[in-house]
């Protein structure tokens, strides 16, 4: 199997307003601002989407120490579908009640990578989205695990449509617009404006007439996400509390239990209030014309670092499958990750299952 290559880095179109939707549950979960009044709401709420992955279920929470959540935007009922679908989305979160932070780390959906926890003779190189799709939480779960040397305590997935519910239940949002754009027929004033859900994620998405393209689309969908969870856990939207739950309560599923939401409520809420977020960074390939992004050694080491000193843990050496796979293409293929000029990057082994290939 070869990839090729190329320098254009192909997002899908809904994953930031994706991202929006899983930072919001996650600040719901861990701010805490609407304190007990939450408990029978989110009791309610939230008791049929309790879906643990084992018997053996994290005691992290209740003992009070760093924990680490698996967030999954899936779009399974999306656009037809009726299979389990990808998990276009993945945010790796970490909160530490002693150090009173929070880190949210993305996983680009096209990352490839060793996919852990699925019943098959062979092993799997593939999009680390497909291990969803394949083997659903517990199998996204164990190959995030293995790709960034982190144990993951806890997930969250849900699905998308919930977004404009989420958005408008909180009453919207206030952002501030660098300069005057109109997109997916919304029209935006440069300045302070108030803004709904619909318009959150045309706000976010805009990028050919930002005069900083992608970086200037960054930095707005960064100004969306800390708009949403500002307005989230402002007092003034604690009437909406139910609302919000209901929006979001048969479009998810996690291992948190009431108790668990509970107590992040309690003793993780000061996280809060020092959050900070980062990304894998990889390079575009292509193959069979399928876009995939593939993360040097230096790159998955580096977030493989944060991610461990953010829950106490000491630096580790990254060796999986994914620094073998680099090792090899750079002492064998003549790869280099310095450059851009085009070149075949090679999976070696025999013994790999081509076979689960996920073209969406």
Same mark, same amino acid.
């Given at each position: 199997? @070869?990839?090729?290559?190329?320098?254009?880095?192909?997002?899908?179109?809904?994953?930031?307003?994706? =991202?929006?939707?899983?930072?919001?549950?996650m600040?719901?979960?861990?701010?805490?601002?609407?304190g007990?009044?939450?408990y029978s709401?989110?009791?309610?709420?939230?008791?049929?989407?309790?879906?643990?992955i =084992?018997?053996?279920?994290?005691?992290?929470?209740?003992?009070?120490k760093?924990?680490?959540?698996l967030?999954?935007g899936?779009?399974?009922?999306?656009?037809g579908?009726k299979?389990?679908g990808?998990?276009?989305t993945?945010i790796l979160?970490t909160?530490?009640?002693?150090? @009173? @932070?929070t880190?949210?780390?993305s996983?680009?959906?096209? +990352?490839?990578?060793?996919?852990y926890?699925?019943?098959?003779h062979?092993?799997?190189?593939?999009?680390i989205?497909?291990?969803?799709?394949?083997?659903?939480?517990p199998?996204?779960?164990?190959?995030?695990?293995?790709?960034?040397?982190?144990?993951?305590?806890?997930?969250?997935?849900?699905?998308?449509?919930?977004?404009p519910?989420?958005?408008d239940?909180?009453?919207?949002?206030?952002?501030?617009?660098?300069?005057?754009f109109?997109?997916?027929?919304?029209?935006f004033?440069?300045?302070?404006? +108030?803004?709904?859900?619909?318009?959150?994620?045309?706000?976010?998405?805009m990028?050919?007439?930002?005069?900083?393209g992608?970086?200037?689309?960054?930095?707005r969908q960064?100004?969306v996400?800390?708009?949403?969870i500002?307005?989230?856990?402002?007092?003034?939207?604690l009437?909406?509390?139910?609302?919000?739950?209901?929006?979001?309560?048969?479009?998810?599923?996690?291992d948190?239990?009431i108790?668990?939401?509970?107590?992040?409520? /309690?003793?993780?809420r000061?996280?809060? /209030?020092?959050?900070? %977020?980062?990304?894998?960074q990889?390079?575009?390939?292509?193959?069979?014309g399928?876009?995939?992004?593939?993360?040097p050694?230096?790159e998955?080491?580096?977030? %493989?670092n944060?991610l461990?000193t953010?829950?106490?843990?000491?630096?580790?050496?990254?060796?999986?499958?994914?620094?073998?796979?680099?090792?090899?293409n750079?002492t064998r293929?003549?790869?280099?990750?310095?450059?851009?000029?085009? /070149?075949?990057y090679i999976?070696?082994?025999?013994n790999?299952s081509?076979k689960?290939?996920?073209?969406?």
């Amino acid at each position: 199997m @070869k990839l090729f290559m190329h320098n254009e880095h192909r997002m899908n179109k809904h994953y930031f307003w994706k =991202s929006i939707v899983l930072i919001v549950v996650m600040a719901f979960f861990v701010v805490g601002a609407y304190g007990f009044r939450i408990y029978s709401q989110a009791s309610d709420a939230l008791g049929n989407s309790y879906k643990p992955i =084992s018997s053996n279920t994290s005691q992290t929470i209740k003992q009070r120490k760093p924990v680490t959540i698996l967030l999954l935007g899936v779009d399974t009922g999306g656009e037809g579908r009726k299979d389990r679908g990808n998990s276009d989305t993945m945010i790796l979160a970490t909160v530490n009640p002693k150090t @009173k @932070k929070t880190t949210l780390v993305s996983i680009p959906r096209d +990352t490839l990578a060793e996919i852990y926890g699925v019943k098959h003779h062979k092993r799997i190189i593939q999009k680390i989205n497909s291990a969803y799709n394949l083997g659903a939480a517990p199998a996204a779960v164990k190959t995030v695990e293995k790709l960034v040397n982190v144990k993951i305590d806890n997930y969250i997935t849900l699905d998308f449509h919930s977004l404009p519910k989420i958005v408008d239940a909180v009453g919207g949002i206030e952002v501030d617009a660098p300069f005057s754009f109109n997109y997916d027929y919304c029209n935006f004033k440069k300045g302070k404006q +108030t803004i709904n859900g619909k318009e959150s994620l045309a706000y976010s998405r805009m990028r050919y007439e930002d005069p900083e393209g992608d970086y200037g689309r960054q930095q707005r969908q960064r100004q969306v996400i800390m708009a949403i969870i500002k307005k989230s856990i402002s007092l003034k939207t604690l009437p909406n509390t139910q609302k919000v739950l209901n929006s979001i309560s048969n479009s998810m599923s996690t291992d948190l239990s009431i108790d668990d939401v509970t107590a992040l409520m /309690q003793s993780y809420r000061n996280a809060s /209030q020092n959050m900070s %977020s980062d990304h894998l960074q990889g390079y575009g390939t292509m193959i069979n014309g399928v876009s995939y992004e593939i993360a040097p050694t230096k790159e998955l080491q580096r977030v %493989s670092n944060k991610l461990r000193t953010s829950v106490d843990l000491k630096k580790e050496k990254l060796d999986n499958e994914e620094t073998k796979q680099n090792h090899l293409n750079v002492t064998r293929n003549d790869f280099s990750f310095n450059t851009k000029d085009l /070149q075949n990057y090679i999976i070696y082994g025999s013994n790999i299952s081509s076979k689960y290939l996920i073209k969406n």
